[in-house]
Every structure is written in C-alpha cells, then in structure tokens.
C-alpha cells in the first residue's frame, strides 16, 4: 500500500489551465501541499489566488528553470502532438525535480516495436525519454476523457441533434476528477515510482448512449445522427487535425465498434473511492451543454 509521505519541495503542475492539470492543482491545495501552476499566460489563468502561478513554455526549454525552482515533483501534460522538445525539457528538468507524473494514453502498448497510431506514437515515445531521463516517474495511462464530448456542446444547444460518426464505438470514458486524483496520489505518495496506471471510468457507454445520458443531465432529449467517417474526418481536418492524427482517430473508433474499451478499477483501488460514471460526468458539466 502506498503512503503519504512529506513534501519539502512544491509541485509543479503543467497544464495548469486544463481540464486535468485545473483540478489537480485544486486537490494538492485543497491536502495542503504546495503546488506550482505553470501557464505561457499567468494572467489569463484565473486559479485561486493561493496558487502561485508562473510563466512557462514547454515548447521553449530556456523558460523552466525558474518555474522548476526547488521543485520535487511534476505533473506533466505534453501540449503538442510530437516528442520533439521533450529532450530538451526533461534536460532541464531532471536538474530541479526527481519525479515526474506524466499523462499518457491507454492505447500505449509495451509489446509491440511500432505503435498503432501517431497519438499512441508520440505518448510511447515520451514515456521512453523520461524512461532513459532517470528520474523516477509514474504513467497515468488514460482512456478518452469524458471532457471531450464537450466538442458535442454547440450542436446539443443549437438544436439537440449530435451528427457524428461511429456512434456504437464503445468507450470507458474517464472524469477529469479522477485522472487528477489518481495523479495527487502518485505526486505526493511513496509506492508509485515506476508504475503504468491504465486508469478508466467505471463502464464503457456507446456514443449514442453518451448523448442519451448527456440530455438526461440537462433534462432535454437529444439525438444521435450518423455521419460517414469521410464527411467526420473533412470535418476534423478543417478542425486542425493532422491527416494522420485524424486518421489514427477514426480507425480506432472503427475498432471500438467490435471491441470495447476495456474498463479497470484502478481509480478505486488508488484512491479508495469508485471511479465516477459517465452520467455523474454530464451532470457535473450540465451548464456546459444548455
């Protein structure tokens, strides 16, 4: 079992303004620890005022030293959908900090030389450089984050109707506020290092079914409409998706058609507490929606 142990170092939180990186800065405050939060726009970022906020660019090494600081831990989320800049950032930060906390992807697999997808590709890929870094590290590989389904938000309030595609692709989405308190836990406990977490919500719902539970939350019936993954990727390129990453997306959610998500009790047995629904998700985000 793992054990709380005493910080003497803050933690730096990247990703500070994300939907993940924003509540784990909330709960390491709210277990009275001290946490770092790292955004290119300090004044925009509009967290507590008990938060120190600073200045940094993980796309730019030369601007981390002093966000990293006497700093002991990290909380990672890699922006960009390369590894590029990583050597260099983890040079700088293995001068400061000796764990890092990183937010991975459950479709990262360890037995294969060559990943499926160029998402899977860059998170694997980062995974290997903190490897290799030497500092101690712990893997939060995650499945779709309930947060994305927000990209369904201007249709449901324009007219109710979500025209997407694969609609019975079935998928373990995951609360917010639970990758952030498994990555609370693997920041601030012993016992972590060295772990890969495949962290998931409690049950895989299909698409259409993540509609029907979204206007459950908001009290209004809403529709699912099948769109062709042809007119969804012309979409997702107009979007800014690479032709690649929007590619790699939509043969996995063809895949998840026949074969579900999988779904873990990682989040519980971590935490102590049952990873939340996808219905509890939609009802926390409601106002979101109407």
Not at 133 to 150: P, V
Request: with cysteine; aromatic share 6%; charged share 25%.
């Amino acid at each position: 079992m793992s054990v709380r142990e005493t910080t003497t170092g803050a933690i730096l939180v990247t990703g500070a303004t994300g939907n993940v990186g924003r509540q784990v800065v909330s709960q390491l405050r709210h277990a009275g620890t001290v946490v770092r939060a790292m955004t290119r726009n300090p004044g925009s970022a509009k967290l507590p005022e008990n938060v120190e906020v600073v200045r940094g660019d993980l796309s730019d090494a030369g601007t981390l030293d002093a966000a990293l600081d006497a700093v002991e831990s990290m909380f990672l989320v890699w922006p960009f959908n390369t590894a590029e800049a990583a050597p260099a950032v983890l040079d700088v930060v293995k001068r400061h900090a000796r764990r890092v906390v990183y937010l991975s992807s459950m479709s990262v697999r360890d037995d294969v030389e060559e990943q499926a997808d160029p998402i899977s590709a860059f998170h694997a890929e980062i995974e290997r450089l903190i490897e290799e870094s030497g500092l101690e590290w712990t893997f939060l590989r995650c499945s779709g984050l309930a947060t994305n389904t927000l990209g369904w938000a201007e249709q449901i309030r324009a007219d109710g109707i979500v025209r997407w595609t694969y609609g019975e692709a079935t998928r373990s989405l995951i609360h917010e506020r639970d990758v952030a308190a498994v990555a609370v836990h693997a920041l601030t406990e012993v016992g972590h290092s060295g772990r890969k977490y495949i962290l998931t919500g409690p049950e895989a719902l299909t698409q259409v079914e993540q509609v029907y539970a979204i206007g459950e939350a908001i009290d209004r019936p809403l529709r699912w409409e099948e769109i062709s993954p042809e007119v969804a990727r012309k979409q997702m390129i107009a979007g800014g998706w690479t032709p690649s990453f929007a590619d790699g997306a939509l043969d996995y959610w063809a895949k998840l058609v026949a074969e579900r998500e999988p779904v873990t009790h990682a989040v519980e047995q971590i935490t102590g507490s049952p990873a939340r629904t996808f219905r509890q998700w939609a009802i926390d985000h409601a106002s979101d929606f109407s």
